[in-house]
């Protein structure tokens, strides 16, 4: 079954063949077996059709797309992290993926660091809040920290000493995007994954990975993953 939130990628053959390879990908990538890569992107593209029920015609941003927010959802069932930390929440439907693929996975707790409406690109509602989307049978797995990387970052990753994952989807400048790489990537245990979107905005994520020159790493359009 083809996902309904596909319609944009249709129109744009060359993002049309990323999505009928991101299969193949994925299970290269995370040297998953070709069922489990299946079952994991179906899995995920229901998620998204729940979501899309529930927004109606809201913007969800490009997490949204086949091409990302499903790969981060991929991952997480895949990788099976216990705690996971992500930057940048707006509406939730990054968080709502990692959430569902926590609940399946019966493991895993997200820590977001939000500074609400931050990003012009990615409003949310006037009349919602910070992660709306987010199912409230998922919320027990998920502690919300408002305020700026900058700040809360370093002292969350103090108090865990080791997180298993991390996804970047705050403000995309070189500068923060390297900021939370570098600061994230000693906490992150041998074998964890790094996600980040919107790596094609600049050069932060190829000069960080061509530095620390991770086991693996891969771009999923705009999606960049690299496992330590």
Same mark, same amino acid.
């Given at each position: 079954?083809?996902?309904?939130?596909?319609?944009?990628?249709?129109?744009?053959?060359?993002?049309?063949?990323?999505?009928?390879?991101?299969?193949?990908?994925?299970?290269?990538?995370?040297?998953?077996?070709?069922?489990?890569?299946?079952?994991?992107?179906?899995?995920?593209?229901?998620?998204?059709?729940?979501?899309?029920?529930?927004?109606?015609?809201?913007?969800?941003?490009?997490?949204?797309?086949?091409?990302?927010?499903?790969?981060?959802?991929?991952?997480?069932?895949?990788?099976?992290?216990?705690?996971?930390?992500?930057?940048?929440?707006?509406?939730?439907?990054?968080?709502?993926?990692?959430?569902?693929?926590?609940?399946?996975?019966?493991?895993?707790?997200?820590?977001?660091?939000?500074?609400?409406?931050?990003?012009?690109?990615?409003?949310?509602?006037?009349?919602?809040?910070?992660?709306?989307?987010?199912?409230?049978?998922?919320?027990?797995?998920? $502690?919300?920290?408002?305020?700026?990387?900058? &700040?809360?970052?370093? !002292? @969350?990753?103090? #108090?865990?000493?080791?997180?298993? +994952? /991390?996804?970047?989807?705050?403000?995309?400048?070189?500068?923060?995007?390297?900021?939370?790489? $570098?600061?994230?990537?000693?906490?992150?245990? &041998?074998?964890?994954? !790094? @996600?980040?979107? #919107?790596?094609?905005?600049?050069? +932060? /994520?190829?000069?960080?990975?061509?530095?620390?020159?991770?086991?693996?790493?891969?771009?999923?359009?705009?999606?960049?993953?690299?496992?330590?």
């Amino acid at each position: 079954m083809i996902p309904t939130n596909i319609s944009s990628l249709i129109k744009h053959p060359r993002l049309f063949l990323k999505y009928l390879s991101r299969e193949k990908n994925l299970q290269n990538f995370l040297e998953l077996e070709k069922s489990e890569a299946k079952e994991y992107l179906s899995e995920a593209d229901c998620i998204a059709r729940s979501m899309k029920k529930l927004t109606g015609n809201v913007e969800l941003g490009a997490m949204f797309s086949p091409l990302r927010g499903p790969i981060v959802y991929a991952c997480i069932r895949a990788m099976k992290p216990t705690v996971m930390v992500e930057t940048g929440v707006a509406s939730g439907s990054s968080t709502c993926y990692i959430l569902h693929a926590m609940e399946l996975n019966r493991k895993g707790l997200l820590y977001s660091i939000d500074l609400p409406n931050a990003d012009k690109g990615a409003p949310i509602p006037k009349d919602k809040e910070t992660g709306w989307l987010v199912p409230f049978k998922l919320r027990h797995k998920w $502690k919300l920290i408002l305020g700026q990387s900058q &700040e809360k970052l370093p !002292l @969350l990753l103090k #108090d865990f000493g080791s997180i298993d +994952a /991390f996804l970047h989807d705050s403000e995309h400048t070189y500068e923060t995007m390297m900021f939370e790489y $570098k600061t994230v990537w000693p906490f992150l245990r &041998e074998g964890g994954i !790094l @996600l980040s979107d #919107d790596v094609r905005w600049n050069r +932060a /994520f190829n000069d960080f990975v061509r530095d620390k020159k991770p086991k693996r790493w891969i771009v999923f359009d705009g999606l960049g993953a690299a496992i330590k």
